[in-house]
């Protein structure tokens, strides 16, 4: 009770963003700082385990789909293995003994909600070592968390947000080789173009409601700026949160182990590098980089500086063309094609984030 107690007191900090946008690399750069305790895995706490708890689902169901469906899954592997997420290793944490203080703090705060997500994040410090830790913050990664900033708020009054936003061509391309090798037939560029708009309008929907409050308590940051001068981008990071500043910052980690990244390139890392900014260039077809940077629009490039490529400002394909191609695309359900055009309509509508 004295843990859940002391818990309480913790700011949470969520990081949002669309997969692949440089979320884990955020999420790497702060596991090692003192004054943050770092679930280093993703819990999809929001998007899958509130609503099954809201459904009624039995407890025994929630507590199988964590440990088979959720990053928990990967504190089970005990020794080093490649995933989708990178090297995965975690020879500290024993997963029964996991397991165990998992169902007790949530057993102790009434299987609340909000427990639940609490007892994630104390099962893993106890497990991890961390217990005499005084820390200040408590940190979790999902990508697309800020899709639920509303539930979250809720839950988490206190709660502090980073938003990580990508250039949509290398984006499009990193996510694109993720789900190749999880063999998605649904997926193609006009869902990812209407899933990122969808991402980016909320972000800036959210940055505006907590714009002007004494705490910046939505922070917003592209992976180019973090990759091109992680040091400025680190400290504006803890001087937002009130916290002092340590070079561990600029060193990633995972569970406090060195971590070489998850690029889907297969670059490996010992610090923060931009060998992957532009990696798309070489990769990508004409007709995708023409269509990504037609429907998502000049403004919003010109605004985070991602230039246009040559080729779409010497031959733009007409944006009418595109919204055709995605009208008579026959792997696409008519309800995406809705939420298609509607978004692009809103993202040419909406103010571009406040900086």
Request: hydrophobic residues 40%; aromatic residues 14%.
């Amino acid at each position: 009770m004295d843990s859940l107690k002391t818990f309480d007191q913790l700011t949470p900090i969520f990081i949002c963003g669309f997969p692949k946008s440089g979320t884990t690399l955020t999420l790497s750069l702060l596991d090692s700082h003192p004054d943050f305790l770092v679930m280093p895995e993703e819990t999809r706490f929001f998007g899958d385990l509130l609503p099954m708890i809201r459904k009624g689902v039995k407890r025994e169901k929630i507590l199988e789909s964590i440990y088979q469906d959720t990053g928990v899954k990967h504190f089970r592997i005990g020794a080093s293995e490649t995933t989708d997420i990178g090297l995965v290793d975690y020879p500290q944490i024993q997963f029964d003994q996991y397991k165990q203080a998992l169902e007790n703090y949530w057993k102790i705060d009434g299987y609340s909600e909000a427990g639940l997500l609490k007892a994630l994040l104390l099962a893993y410090r106890d497990v991890s070592g961390q217990v005499n830790q005084s820390f200040r913050y408590w940190v979790e990664k999902t990508p697309l968390n800020e899709l639920y900033i509303d539930k979250m708020l809720k839950l988490f009054p206190k709660a502090q947000f980073v938003y990580i936003l990508r250039d949509p061509r290398a984006n499009f391309y990193s996510y694109s080789k993720t789900l190749t090798k999880r063999i998605d037939p649904d997926f193609n560029i006009h869902t990812f173009l209407s899933d990122w708009s969808g991402s980016l309008l909320c972000a800036v929907t959210c940055q505006k409601r907590f714009h002007g409050s004494s705490k910046n308590r939505f922070i917003f940051m592209t992976y180019e700026m973090l990759t091109a001068d992680p040091k400025q981008m680190m400290q504006m990071l803890v001087k937002t949160f009130n916290s002092s500043w340590d070079n561990i910052l600029l060193q990633p980690t995972r569970a406090g182990i060195p971590w070489q990244g998850n690029s889907m390139h297969g670059f490996q890392f010992e610090q923060v590098s931009s060998q992957g900014v532009a990696y798309w260039k070489d990769k990508l077809s004409e007709k995708d980089v023409r269509q990504i940077e037609s429907c998502i629009g000049r403004r919003v490039f010109n605004s985070f500086g991602w230039p246009l490529s040559f080729e779409a400002k010497k031959n733009p394909m007409n944006l009418c063309k595109v919204l055709a191609s995605v009208l008579t695309a026959r792997n696409m359900p008519w309800y995406r094609k809705v939420i298609f055009f509607i978004r692009l309509i809103q993202l040419r509508l909406a103010g571009l984030p406040i900086k």
